[in-house]
């Protein structure tokens, strides 16, 4: 899940030494497992001598280090840069940064020139700079959506109320995330993201009949009904989600399907009180 370079190799016991003290300090504080050069030696010093350590001698290191095979000895050369890869199965986003961090702390601390790499190290950089701009995106529409709303109806109640409605439903959302101890991700940002279409779609219908001084009772049939329905059915398909095993999308169905019914309790429900649709 990790792998560390060390540049400027230097043969000679008291490097290997370092590394292996610097190994053991990192498998104590990630808990996980570790795989290198002198890796290699250990366990082959191990088969023949019955002791897992590096041996006492320097004459004796390459000797062992060939007995690994030679797929590994393609990896985890002796030569330029030394390679520690840190292996274990898959973490959160925020356990492999804690990770990521924590190796860090200890590499600088011993004065250790490193560089980080390995494909799921990238990976995970990927998802965190996507997860980033996919939020900075969400937050330039609603500036710009609101920004609009304001050229449009040329109200300063209306944009508050546009923002409040369209935001609040997610800033709930957000809520529930942190209390039930459930991580951001991809799919939860394009939730955000696609909802907010679908919530701005509702507010502007209601805007547009407020407009028109159009009350309740008027725009029940051919607004508020439509809105309703096509919500409700569509959040309900959402909610089918939850059936498939694959976790990124479970989680994206469902907080697709939360965010659209609290859209629309807040359009149905809350909008009308804020703009003050009369009742007949």
Same mark, same amino acid.
């Not at 890796?39 to 023949?48: G, P």
């Not at 509702?202 to 805007?207: G, I, P, R, V």
């Not at 697709?256 to 149905?268: E, S, T, W």
């Given at each position: 899940?990790?792998d560390i370079?060390?540049?400027?190799?230097n043969?000679?016991?008291?490097?290997? *030494?370092?590394?292996?003290m610097?190994?053991?300090?990192?498998?104590?504080?990630?808990?996980?497992?570790?795989?290198?050069?002198n890796?290699?030696?250990?366990?082959?010093?191990?088969?023949?001598s019955g002791?897992?350590n590096? !041996?006492?001698?320097?004459?004796?290191?390459?000797?062992?280090?060939?007995?690994? !095979?030679?797929?590994? $000895?393609?990896f985890? !050369?002796?030569?330029?840069?030394?390679?520690?890869?840190v292996?274990?199965?898959?973490?959160?986003?925020?356990?492999y940064?804690?990770?990521?961090?924590? #190796?860090?702390v200890?590499?600088?601390?011993?004065?250790?020139?490193?560089?980080?790499?390995?494909?799921?190290?990238w990976?995970?950089?990927?998802?965190?700079?996507?997860?980033?701009?996919?939020?900075?995106?969400?937050?330039?529409?609603?500036?710009?959506?609101?920004?609009?709303v304001?050229?449009?109806?040329?109200?300063?109640?209306?944009?508050?109320?546009f923002?409040?409605?369209?935001?609040?439903?997610?800033f709930?959302?957000?809520l529930?995330?942190a209390?039930?101890?459930?991580?951001?991700?991809?799919?939860?940002?394009?939730?955000?993201?696609i909802?907010?279409?679908?919530?701005?779609d509702?507010?502007?219908?209601?805007?547009y009949?407020h407009?028109?001084?159009?009350? #309740?009772?008027?725009i029940?049939? $051919?607004?508020?009904?439509?809105?309703?329905?096509?919500?409700?059915?569509?959040?309900?398909i959402? *909610?089918?989600?939850?059936?498939?095993?694959?976790?990124?999308?479970?989680?994206?169905?469902l907080?697709?399907?939360?965010? *659209?019914?609290?859209?629309?309790?807040?359009?149905?429900l809350v909008? !009308?009180k804020?703009?003050?649709?009369?009742?007949?």
């Open positions: 899940i990790l370079v060390i540049p400027n190799f043969e000679d016991k008291s490097f290997y *030494i370092k590394m292996d610097l190994e053991a300090n990192i498998k104590e504080k990630t808990n996980q497992r570790i795989l290198s050069a890796t290699m030696i250990k366990i082959a010093n191990d088969k023949y002791t897992k590096l !041996p006492e001698s320097l004459s004796a290191f390459f000797p062992l280090y060939y007995k690994a !095979p030679e797929v590994l $000895r393609e985890y !050369p002796l030569g330029e840069n030394y390679r520690i890869s292996l274990g199965t898959h973490i959160s986003g925020e356990q940064d804690h990770m990521v961090k924590t #190796i860090e200890i590499l600088k601390k011993n004065n250790i020139t490193y560089e980080l790499n390995g494909q799921y190290y990976l995970m950089k990927a998802q965190s700079s996507l997860i980033n701009t996919l939020m900075s995106s969400f937050i330039i529409s609603v500036i710009l959506i609101t920004i609009f304001q050229l449009i109806f040329r109200k300063i109640k209306i944009s508050t109320s923002v409040f409605v369209n935001t609040f439903p997610i709930i959302v957000l529930l995330y209390l039930l101890d459930i991580k951001i991700n991809i799919a939860s940002v394009m939730a955000f993201s909802s907010i279409g679908l919530m701005v509702s507010t502007f219908h209601l805007y009949e407009k028109k001084n159009q009350s #309740i009772k008027d029940h049939g $051919r607004t508020i009904l439509p809105i309703f329905w096509s919500n409700f059915i569509l959040a309900n959402f *909610i089918l989600f939850i059936f498939i095993d694959f976790n990124p999308i479970k989680q994206f169905g907080t697709m399907a939360i965010l *659209i019914y609290l859209g629309l309790f807040f359009d149905l909008l !009308p804020v703009l003050n649709f009369t009742e007949k």
